[in-house]
């Protein structure tokens, strides 16, 4: 037969294994307490849970969590936001755009050529001039008495400078002009347009504007033509000179038309034409004395 303690120590065994296993209320520390003498494990426990953190409070924690989200009412679905939007009909879904990128691929970043450095001319060793407008600045000489107009392209830079036409001083035109009239070389600008004037000669130039390199008639552009109608309106022109291919060449396409005169070409003056002498060069501008005066 078993005694009052035997019973006492089943009921205070079953009440730790209930305690254990979450099911029964916490009576007992452990077995150890009821002998007064604390343990690690008491310790332990004692500390988690001063901080909240028992062995049961976790799982407790997250069921009271479940079953307060479960007593809430659930919102009843709304059919509108659940189902697809469906298109309509008679409309087409707009077409999907490539982005920016893959649409057009970028262009390159733009770059400046750099400048290439002129070269020397192979002839001369010299450096082009750079193109430039030039206005015609020089008002034509003739008067009354003018019989012949001689034109050329467009004044030398030296023109320009010293006011006077072929006033180069390698052009051989004034040596032409006293050689033709067996008169001394004009020495100055008033000099050489009265030795002109003298003999029924006109000078003018077939352009008012155009860019040029320097002095170089090759690289004529752009060009606008003089009126020559201003001399023929007052003088009894019967013949066109031009000094030169170019002058030649701009007179026919530019003025021929509006003066309704042939003009004749004559060689250059200029020193860039030394293949041709001075001899010759006189030789071919006789063919303007029977136009002149004297």
């Known amino acids: 037969m078993r005694s009052s303690d035997d019973r006492n120590w089943e009921l205070i065994e079953a009440a730790i294994a209930a305690e254990s296993s979450g099911k029964g209320p916490r009576l007992f520390s452990s077995r150890k307490t009821l002998f007064g003498i604390p343990s690690a494990l008491d310790r332990e426990l004692a500390a988690l849970e001063a901080r909240g953190d028992s062995p049961q409070s976790e799982p407790e924690n997250r069921l009271q969590a479940k079953t307060k989200a479960a007593a809430q009412p659930q919102p009843a679905p709304n059919a509108e936001a659940a189902a ?30 750099e400048p290439t450095p002129q070269q020397p001319h192979p002839a001369t060793g010299r ?38 036409y072929y006033n180069h001083p390698q052009n051989r035109f004034w040596k032409i002009m006293a050689a033709l009239f067996d008169e001394p070389l004009p020495a100055g600008n008033d000099e050489k347009r ?49 000094t030169g ?20 070409r004559l060689p250059s003056t200029s020193p860039a034409n030394a293949a041709v002498s001075l001899d010759q060069l006189i030789e071919a501008y006789r063919a303007i004395l029977p136009y002149c005066i004297g």
Request: charged fraction near 20%; proline fraction near 14%; include cysteine.
């Open 84 to 113: 697809p939007a469906q298109p309509d009909a008679g409309t087409q879904p707009p077409p999907q755009l490539e982005s920016e990128a893959e649409a057009s691929p970028q262009p390159a970043p733009h770059r400046t050529p």
């Open 127 to 164: 450096i082009p001039a750079k193109p430039t407008l030039v206005e015609h600045p020089l008002p034509p000489v003739y008067d009354g008495n003018s019989r012949v107009l001689v034109l050329g392209t467009m004044p030398s830079p030296k023109s320009r400078e010293t006011g006077f």
């Open 194 to 242: 009265q030795l002109v004037l003298r003999h029924g000669i006109a000078l003018w130039d077939v352009l008012a504007r155009c860019t040029i390199e320097g002095a170089s008639d090759g690289t004529i552009a752009d060009c606008v033509p003089n009126n020559l109608g201003v001399i023929l309106a007052e003088a009894p022109i019967g013949a066109v000179f031009c």
């Open 245 to 264: 291919a170019k002058a030649a060449e701009l007179y026919r396409r530019h003025c021929e038309a509006a003066t309704g005169i042939p003009a004749v």
